[in-house]
């Protein structure tokens, strides 16, 4: 298990307090005057809610894999979801922070879904992507409310209320809406595009690593969109409860970061077993198939070192090379005592979980151990076996020559 560095654990102490004082902060400044018929209490604690799960989640991610980002990043979107609630007060600080940095968590769910479940970004154009979407998300909204008077819209919102009003001016505002909403779905094609892509070329392993932040993604997405539609198309109170909906929906999503976290621990205990399990046996069949289920990598493959050969071999013989760099599949070698024994293919979501790959190799090479040495025994045994065998026939021979020579 991992030692929980001192800075990590202060600063996982730090974020647990700014999210409380934000969440509180959010509530007391809530104008309810302001906010009347168009924000009630209830949907106050589930907006609250959703900041906390964010935090909270972050914080047991960080702790059970304090080596990457991924814990980090939910903190993140947690606090900044919990600073747009700062849109509700009458505080014209308060109230232009909030609004500025309404959808400054969403660039981070994009990074999230980039480095999931790696905890990282792998490609220079991933960190292309992310830091644009970073910049467009951080750059539209303080351009639209240069050019906003939010009591012009709301004569419920006091005068002077925003901040960056620059001039109020409702050509430019409608222009760059129109602008950065064209932005925006393109952002939202390439990101659906990439997903897919992701899908369909993913392997299993892959596959079952990222199903459940892509669902909780699209469930969160699909509450959201239906807000608005349900605004303009639905004006009964008894369906007002509809809003509330993309609460919980959002929340989902840091939920299934730690199911998918959760599954990875699955799968590393199972590995773990697998050694266990191991003890003397040699490898065979039943070894491998162990461990594709447990990794789900169906082709994931073993190869020995052959000396003869100078590379690696399959199980039938038929020498291999080692994937490349573009290959989406990777490849480590196999060490035992010093000696290379072997190479352990797989899918690169393997490789990107440094525990799991180590619990893997640890599996393999001692398989690969105990099959050598089941062989070197059962070669010891075979000479020994022709050893008595020549004794046996020559015995009768040695015994008529020594006769005839008395």
């Known amino acids: 298990m991992h030692r929980r560095h001192p800075v990590s654990l202060r600063a996982q102490s730090a974020a647990s307090l700014v999210a409380a004082v934000l969440a509180v902060a959010v509530a007391a400044s809530v104008d309810w005057q302001m906010c009347r018929g168009a924000f009630s209490p209830t949907e106050l604690a589930l907006f609250v809610m959703v900041g906390v799960v964010f935090v909270a989640s972050g914080l047991v991610a960080k702790w059970h894999r304090p080596e990457d980002n991924l814990g980090w990043l939910l903190i993140a979107a947690g606090l900044l979801w919990l600073t747009k609630g700062f849109r509700l007060s009458t505080v014209p600080a308060l109230f232009t922070a909030g609004a500025a940095l309404t959808n400054m968590y969403i660039p981070v769910l994009i990074q999230l879904v980039f480095s999931f479940p790696w905890g990282r970004l792998r490609h220079r154009w991933e960190r292309w992507f992310v830091g644009g979407s970073y910049a467009y998300y951080a750059v539209s909204v303080v351009s639209e409310l240069a050019f906003l008077d939010t009591h012009r819209i709301s004569p419920a919102h006091p005068p002077a209320l925003n901040l960056l009003l620059v001039r109020d001016d409702p050509r430019i505002f409608a222009a760059l809406q129109v602008t950065f909403g064209a932005v925006g779905i393109a952002l939202g094609v390439v990101l659906i595009g990439v997903v897919v892509a992701r899908w369909r070329s993913g392997s299993p392993a892959y596959r079952a690593a990222v199903a459940p932040l892509w669902i909780a993604a699209l469930l969160g997405t699909a509450a959201t969109a239906w807000t608005p539609l349900v605004s303009v198309w639905v004006h009964s109170p008894q369906h007002a409860w509809t809003l509330l909906l993309r609460y919980p929906a959002t929340a989902l999503i840091p939920l299934a970061v730690l199911v998918g976290m959760w599954r990875y621990r699955v799968t590393r205990a199972a590995v773990r077993n697998l050694v266990i399990e191991i003890?003397?046996?040699?490898?065979?069949?039943?070894?491998?198939?162990?461990?594709?289920?447990?990794?789900?990598?169906?082709?994931?493959?073993?190869?020995?070192?052959?000396?003869?050969?100078?590379?690696?071999?399959?199980?039938?013989?038929?020498?291999?090379?080692?994937?490349?760099?573009n290959d989406p599949r990777e490849a480590t070698a196999l060490i035992r005592d010093g000696v290379l024994v072997g190479a352990l293919v797989y899918d690169r979501a393997v490789a990107d979980q440094p525990r799991l790959l180590a619990a893997v190799r640890a599996a393999t090479t001692l398989a690969l151990d105990n099959q050598r040495l089941h062989g070197a025994l059962d070669a010891q045994f075979e000479e020994v076996r022709r050893a008595r065998e020549q004794i046996v026939s020559g015995g009768p021979a040695q015994l008529r020559r020594r006769y005839d020579s008395a």
Do not use: N
Request: glycine share 10%; aromatic share 8%; hydrophobic share 45%.
């Open 279 to 325: 003890g003397a046996a040699p490898l065979g069949d039943g070894f491998l198939d162990a461990l594709r289920a447990a990794l789900r990598d169906p082709d994931l493959a073993l190869w020995t070192f052959c000396r003869a050969h100078d590379g690696y071999v399959d199980a039938q013989g038929r020498p291999q090379v080692l994937p490349s760099r």
